[in-house]
């Protein structure tokens, strides 16, 4: 799928490594946010550094493994690129002023232009004969428009009492940069590219919802986490986030079956 997959694969072996050493420090060493993270968000960290080690490790086996003509696999690697953006950006974006600072900074702009590398250099040819199910690709083209309105909803409601009383609070700015300026309207124009049969739609639907539920699933994870550091537990948000990155998983195989 991707034309030069070898240079690919060391940007992925890089991004693997750095995102694996310095999520492991995090799990290991967690006295390392204490400065930087209040006891209330801590847990969400620490859950997406477990997050960010599985998803590093699996990342270097793909780079070490993957075939040119293992499409999905090297989709499921630009999912994992997509993820590890998000979760770097975060910790840049939130000022996570630590020793380790200048390689969240790297990492995000690692796996970003990594995926920019790839795709500048996928074969649109492995596409070109896909044709999706019917049932499918509307039930995808609805959910790739319905969650980007769900969460400009949600975002907007919390954003304008903020805009009023000018409060900044902790781990959510980045937050509504990230899905405001990248998550949601790469979703909206996939859905229409979906409409219109683009190849590079085949492509970002199951990168987006892949993403989407390893993404939900580590903020899911964390509030599960809570409990472990005293912090109160909010069984309404889990469940939402996990049901809700559950669901983001089974339309990204519904979606690799059809490749």
Known sequence: MIKN???????WLLTGVLSLLLSLIGLINQSIYVKVVSQDILPGVISQDL??????????????????KEIKIQIIALSFLAYLFYAYSIYAIEQLYN????????LASLSFWSIVVALANYDSDCFEEINLNKYIQ???????ILIPFLFYFLWGSQLLPLMKSGEKQEFTFSIYILDLVFVLP??????????KKKALAYLMT???FFKGFTLLFSVALG???RPLYNVAFSAEEAFFYLILSLSFLALSLLNFQQL
């Open 99 to 106: 020793s380790f600072y200048l390689f969240y900074l790297l």
């Open 186 to 195: 790469a979703m909206l124009i996939t859905a229409v590219m979906l409409f």
């Open 206 to 208: 199951p990168v987006l």
């Open 223 to 225: 509030s599960f986490l």
């Open 5 to 11: 997959l070898e240079l690919n694969k060391k940007l």
């Open 138 to 144: 509307y039930l995808t083209i609805t959910f790739l």
């Open 51 to 68: 997050i960010n080690f599985i998803i590093s490790i699996l990342l270097i086996f793909i780079a070490f493994r993957v075939k040119k």
